[in-house]
């Protein structure tokens, strides 16, 4: 496979409904959905786990100072990724990695410091998310992310995003806790509901989008327990290898992958692609 690049669209006409609405025809700030991506996701909520692990007992921060960091982090990202016009994996990627962070964060403040019960949380969550997801579709009639060229429908990507985090990651500590599966199966657990969800969106017709969006959830326990896996101590059931080796281990890998992609732009939208599925 080669990679393919085109020249940008030209800008919307003044006076034009694209030009009223913000909108910038063929520009997607979010890349393909391609294996490089779901790789790149699971990674990225790994390094996150690990992360804000490291920070949390390591550096001695602790859950409040950690929320606080990262949440100022991710805000100066998000501020750079809004102002960017078209989709820059070098931006984009970051400022996932942090928003795991932060949805983490969100849930397990709730949990650790207000005391919340996870089914709670959980059912918390998963109405917010609903929330958005109406609000989204009422506004932009789609919550397809191929097309995520105005402010409004990026803002509301964003939102949905971090609220797929806080969910997955209260429904993934609850299942471990009720389960008491242990990493290594509950890494399986969470493939195999991944896998169904193929499934049935390749062979049974289930509707793309919102097998994007449950599988996007489900990555996030999935990449968690890959790293408590590889990070906990093994008496608690992990092999050991600690925050500090685990997340440098998936941080090279996921840095290495976002200089190649934004190198070969393999994962970016061709704007005329993107302007006729707009039509």
Same mark, same amino acid.
């Given at each position: 496979?080669?990679?393919?690049?085109?020249?940008?669209?030209?800008?919307?006409?003044?006076?034009?409904?694209?030009?009223?609405?913000?909108?910038?025809?063929?520009?997607?700030?979010?890349?393909?959905?391609?294996?490089?991506?779901?790789?790149?996701?699971?990674?990225?909520?790994?390094?996150?786990?690990?992360?804000?692990?490291?920070?949390?007992?390591?550096?001695?921060?602790?859950?409040?100072?950690?929320?606080?960091?990262?949440?100022?982090?991710?805000?100066?990202?998000?501020?750079?990724?809004?102002?960017?016009?078209?989709?820059?994996?070098?931006?984009?990627?970051?400022?996932?990695?942090?928003?795991?962070?932060?949805?983490?964060?969100?849930?397990?403040?709730?949990?650790?410091?207000?005391?919340?019960?996870?089914?709670?949380?959980?059912?918390?969550?998963?109405?917010?998310?609903?929330?958005?997801?109406?609000?989204?579709?009422?506004?932009?009639?789609?919550?397809?992310?191929?097309?995520?060229?105005?402010?409004?429908?990026?803002?509301?990507?964003?939102?949905?995003?971090?609220?797929?985090?806080?969910?997955?990651? /209260?429904?993934?500590?609850?299942?471990?806790?009720?389960?008491?599966?242990?990493?290594?199966?509950? /890494?399986?657990?969470?493939?195999?509901?991944?896998?169904?969800?193929?499934?049935?969106?390749? /062979?049974?017709?289930?509707?793309?989008?919102?097998?994007?969006?449950?599988?996007?959830?489900?990555?996030?326990?999935?990449?968690?327990?890959?790293?408590?896996?590889?990070?906990?101590?093994?008496?608690?059931?992990?092999?050991?290898?600690?925050?500090?080796?685990?997340?440098?281990?998936?941080?090279?890998?996921?840095?290495?992958?976002?200089?190649?992609?934004?190198?070969?732009?393999?994962?970016?939208?061709?704007?005329?692609?993107?302007?006729?599925?707009?039509?």
């Amino acid at each position: 496979m080669t990679s393919e690049t085109s020249q940008p669209p030209a800008p919307p006409v003044a006076g034009s409904a694209a030009a009223r609405s913000g909108r910038r025809p063929g520009w997607n700030k979010v890349p393909e959905v391609t294996l490089y991506f779901w790789i790149i996701k699971v990674l990225c909520t790994t390094v996150g786990e690990t992360a804000a692990d490291l920070l949390n007992a390591k550096v001695g921060l602790g859950l409040t100072g950690v929320s606080a960091l990262m949440s100022a982090l991710l805000a100066i990202v998000l501020v750079i990724q809004f102002r960017t016009g078209s989709y820059r994996a070098g931006i984009y990627w970051p400022a996932v990695a942090l928003i795991s962070v932060v949805g983490t964060l969100i849930s397990d403040n709730l949990t650790d410091n207000v005391g919340v019960p996870l089914e709670a949380s959980t059912a918390v969550f998963a109405i917010v998310l609903a929330i958005v997801f109406v609000a989204w579709f009422r506004r932009e009639r789609t919550l397809s992310i191929h097309h995520i060229d105005t402010t409004g429908r990026e803002s509301f990507y964003w939102l949905a995003v971090l609220f797929t985090f806080a969910l997955g990651t /209260a429904a993934g500590d609850l299942v471990s806790e009720r389960l008491a599966l242990g990493y290594p199966l509950s /890494a399986v657990l969470f493939g195999l509901a991944i896998a169904t969800v193929t499934v049935a969106h390749f /062979a049974l017709g289930l509707d793309a989008v919102w097998s994007f969006w449950i599988a996007y959830i489900l990555t996030r326990p999935l990449g968690a327990s890959l790293g408590d896996y590889l990070s906990q101590p093994t008496g608690d059931g992990g092999l050991g290898l600690g925050a500090v080796v685990t997340s440098a281990l998936f941080l090279a890998v996921v840095l290495g992958l976002v200089g190649y992609l934004a190198v070969t732009r393999r994962d970016v939208t061709q704007p005329q692609q993107s302007a006729r599925d707009a039509g």
